[in-house]
């Protein structure tokens, strides 16, 4: 039984900023980005309850197109695990697959041979997914037929509560195996993870006859 206070020290003694990192599309959609910013600090209050702190990295402040900031990417290394908030336009979206790339190479040089991975896909939208990311447990919210009440749900809440206990769960792995932000030899991918793979095309609606 890990103890909040020895597991939140190890993360700042290992040079952890971030419980979370919040991975999604800035594309300019107000929907995704107004449910990426109530999701992450909904998160944030269930790590809170966990761990005494509640760090959740999240930037709704960097304009499509530009390149990676140094505090992004300094961000995401420094996060022991990270949320992808998915959506059709996120496999398309450069950063999003740099970003997935990278926490996929710290996840595999910080916990090598282990089965729980860092990153946790939320599907705001349904997604196809290459095989690679599919295999891992994911969260399908998809809210927008909800409207705003959905935010006040047990599914919105439920959703958070169970990513909280996730990375709660990374973390208490990292500090047994007394992982470090710091990765030897670790450089910001130049591609990204879904460069090579395309979806298969959306099927088309049925027709009433």
Known sequence: MFIPRDVQ???DEAGFRNHCFISYAHTGDTRMTDFARRFAAKIGEEVLYRFNEGKVYFDENIPP???WPD???ENLRCSVSM???LAPCYLDHEWCGREWAAMDQLGSARLPGNAVKPIIPVHFRQTSLPSFASTRQAIYLTPESAGPRFY???KFTGAATAIAQQIWEIACIMHEKQCHAEVRGFQFPAASAFANWNAPPQAAPLRSR
């Open 9 to 11: 020290r190890w993360f």
């Open 65 to 67: 197109g530009v390149e």
């Open 71 to 73: 505090d992004l990417m």
């Open 83 to 85: 949320v992808a908030i």
């Open 152 to 154: 006040s749900t047990t």
